[in-house]
Structure formats: C-alpha cells, structure tokens
C-alpha cells in the first residue's frame, strides 16, 4: 500500500550560511517535508513498526542540524535527502528547506530551496554503497530478528555493510577475492569490526557446504544471485525463527532488457516460492520494481520468509 507522510514546519537550529560569521553559531531553520512511503499500515496492521515513524524523521533532522556545517542551504537540503534514502523506505521525497531569519535587512519573511528527488533519480549521486531499498523496507518493519546475518554474493558489500552498521554480525561470502579485500578494508575504515568475509566458490560442485553451518543465521541474504543448488543449505543454515530475504531478476526482466545474459539465470513465475517451500512467507512480490539493481526498473521476485521455530513470529527490537 503506498501512502505518503506530510511534516509541516518542523523548526530546529542549524548551522548554515556563505559567511563564516553566519556559521558560529546556530540559526532558525524550518523544514516541510513530504515523504511517498510503501508499508503495511493498514487497520490489521496498525502499529509504528509498519509505517516511517515521522518522529524518527524528525529526530534525525535537528541530529543533522546540530552537526552539520553548510555554507548553502542545497548542501545542507542534498545531505537530508541522502539520510532519507539511506535510513527509511521512501520512494520520493519533496521538501522545503529555509531560513526563517536570513541576515537581509529588507526581508520580513524566509528565504529557502525546494527540492524533489526519486530514490531513482538520487541513486547515481550515491556510492555502490546504498543498501538494497527492499532489505531497508524489512528492517524498518522489524521484520530482521537482531543477530549474526549471512550475506551470500555480497559484491561490493553494500548490504552487509548496512547490516553491521545496524547492530548485525554479518558475514559477507562471496568468491571475488578483491572484492572481499575492498569490504574488508571498508569495514575496518568505517569501524565496523562485526562484520567478517570469507572468499568461497559459492558453485563448485560438492554436496558438502561447511560454508553453511546448520541453524547459525538470524538473518540470509541474498540478492541478485541465482544459484538453484544452494537453497537447501541456506535454509538449513537459518536458525529457528530465522528470516531469509531474498530479492533476484525473474524471467521477465531477460525477455524485456535482455538481462542477465542467459534466460537460466532468472526465476521462473513463483519459482522462489517453490525454492523455499519449507519457509513461511511473510511477504512476496513480483513485478517491475524501481532502484532494485543500478538505474532504471527491473522485474524481479521479492521474498521474506521464515523458518518455523518455538515462536512463530520474528524478534522485535524493543
């Protein structure tokens, strides 16, 4: 269900102004924000885990506004954009940022800029860091179960680096030896010692996987990587309760974009659901999806699932 949260004149003290003697000390500031959302908030649903908490929004903003040193308010409106996109599940976002004393002597009103911006569009003004849109929807949701979290072909890391960054033990596989030294050498210069990686052929042929020990992982993920042989280790690796996400191309995207470059490396209509058939499905999808994999929309299946245990429900953060 798409909605979209309104935050009218959210006032907070900032630091922001061409002239250093604007900058000493803090000023006025006042934001309007508007922010399309997808979320689960329906009168079944009717609790804060299943919404962007506007409160959360607003807290995060006055943080930015008491650390942050801008000599432009459009590098001060580009910073709240990129904490947006990185810590909530937002699609669009429109906001008015402004003065509410501007140092101009015949002003008697604001002084400010708007801006809109498509998690599409703000995609390429990021790193390849950016974590999966979907894998930040679930943790927003409170759908993760706090714990040791496996990220399986984890490339340039950017989820596993999300993942550590919020609290997870994460070990990051994949078999690109100099990608795994660049997530290593990432993790230790954002000082984050939680998160561990290990070069495996994730697609050598053996019926043997010690890669995967039984019931270890909170949390799986895996996301735009097919390998059909690998599903029952994963899922003997989730611990009771444990959450598997799982997001790739499906056959679709191949007839459309002719992408991946052979058809046998997408899934087939409710394959996924096949794959995992032992799981409880708390949420599937597939469709167009946009900001999934690069610019542009993709076709792909969607899944969080569960694997049974003493409680049926996830953990929730308190």
Same mark, same amino acid.
């Given at each position: 269900?798409?909605?979209?949260?309104?935050?009218? %004149?959210?006032?907070?003290?900032?630091?922001?102004?061409?002239?250093?003697?604007?900058?000493?000390?803090?000023?006025?500031?006042?934001?309007?924000?508007?922010?399309?959302?997808?979320?689960?908030?329906?009168?079944?649903?009717?609790?804060? #885990?299943?919404?962007?908490?506007?409160?959360?929004?607003?807290?995060?903003?006055?943080?930015?506004?008491?650390?942050?040193?801008c000599?432009?308010?459009?590098? *001060?409106?580009?910073q !709240?954009?990129?904490?947006?996109?990185?810590?909530?599940?937002?699609?669009?976002?429109?906001?008015?940022?402004? #003065?509410?004393?501007?140092?101009?002597?015949?002003?008697?009103?604001?002084?400010?800029? /708007?801006?809109?911006?498509?998690?599409?569009?703000?995609?390429?003004?990021?790193?390849?860091?950016?974590p &999966?849109?979907f894998l930040?929807?679930?943790?927003?949701?409170?759908?993760?179960?706090k714990?040791?979290?496996?990220? !399986?072909?984890?490339?340039?890391?950017?989820?596993?680096?999300?993942?550590?960054?919020?609290?997870?033990?994460?070990?990051?596989?994949?078999?690109?030896?100099?990608?795994?030294?660049?997530?290593?050498?990432?993790?230790?210069? %954002?000082? @984050?010692?939680?998160?561990?990686? %290990?070069?495996?052929?994730?697609? %050598?042929?053996?019926?043997?996987?010690p890669? *995967?020990?039984?019931?270890?992982?909170d949390?799986?993920?895996?996301? *735009?990587?097919?390998?059909?042989?690998?599903?029952?280790?994963?899922?003997?690796?989730?611990?009771? =309760?444990?959450?598997?996400?799982?997001?790739?191309?499906?056959?679709? =995207?191949? @007839?459309?974009?002719?992408?991946? /470059?052979?058809?046998? *490396?997408? @899934?087939a209509?409710?394959?996924?659901? /096949?794959?995992?058939?032992? @799981?409880?499905?708390? &949420?599937?999808?597939?469709?167009?999806?946009?900001?999934?994999?690069?610019?542009?929309?993709?076709?792909?299946?969607?899944?969080v699932?569960?694997?049974?245990?003493?409680?049926?429900?996830?953990?929730? &953060?308190?």
């Open positions: 269900m798409a909605y979209r949260v309104v935050i009218e %004149r959210l006032e907070f003290q900032g630091r922001c102004g061409v002239m250093p003697a604007e900058r000493r000390r803090p000023q006025p500031l006042a934001i309007d924000l508007e922010l399309d959302c997808e979320g689960t908030a329906t009168e079944a649903a009717d609790q804060i #885990k299943n919404t962007v908490d506007y409160a959360e929004v607003a807290e995060q903003i006055v943080e930015l506004g008491e650390t942050q040193d000599a432009l308010l459009e590098t *001060f409106s580009e !709240i954009l990129a904490m947006l996109f990185t810590k909530f599940p937002v699609a669009r976002v429109s906001l008015w940022l402004r #003065k509410l004393a501007p140092p101009l002597s015949p002003m008697t009103g604001s002084v400010g800029v /708007r801006v809109e911006r498509s998690r599409m569009a703000h995609q390429p003004q990021q790193t390849d860091q950016a &999966s849109l930040a929807q679930q943790l927003q949701l409170h759908r993760l179960p714990g040791r979290a496996l990220d !399986i072909a984890a490339g340039s890391g950017r989820n596993a680096l999300y993942l550590a960054s919020h609290g997870f033990q994460v070990d990051a596989m994949d078999r690109d030896e100099q990608a795994m030294a660049h997530l290593a050498a990432t993790a230790k210069q %954002r000082n @984050l010692p939680t998160l561990t990686v %290990r070069t495996v052929d994730l697609e %050598r042929k053996t019926e043997e996987r890669e *995967f020990p039984k019931q270890k992982y949390v799986v993920v895996v996301f *735009f990587y097919l390998h059909r042989a690998l599903f029952p280790a994963l899922i003997d690796s989730l611990k009771p =309760n444990g959450v598997l996400i799982y997001e790739t191309f499906i056959i679709d =995207n191949y @007839l459309r974009h002719h992408h991946p /470059r052979r058809w046998e *490396f997408c @899934l209509h409710n394959e996924l659901l /096949r794959l995992t058939s032992t @799981l409880r499905v708390l &949420s599937y999808d597939e469709g167009e999806h946009d900001g999934s994999h690069g610019p542009g929309s993709v076709f792909t299946a969607r899944l699932a569960q694997r049974a245990g003493p409680s049926s429900l996830p953990h929730e &953060s308190a």
